[in-house]
């Protein structure tokens, strides 16, 4: 198993909380509103930082 950093095992730990068993697909359906939330985000100028922390955090994940 990939290595993953605290902030994204903490995103995969939440999923599993809810979803025991989840399989790559939920894995990859993650990653994707990953993505959308770092677009929103984004748009909005919310913060700085944030688009590219989600970003980073939905391409490790997509690894697994």
Known sequence: MTNLSPQ???VLDAAHDVMPYTS???VRAI???LRAV???V???EMDHYAPDILHDIANELDTL
Request: without cysteine; charged residues 20%; hydrophobic residues 65%.
């Open 38 to 40: 770092a677009v929103v």
């Open 8 to 10: 994204a095992q903490a």
């Open 42 to 44: 984004s748009e909005d």
């Open 31 to 33: 990653v994707a509103v």
């Open 24 to 26: 790559i697909a939920e």
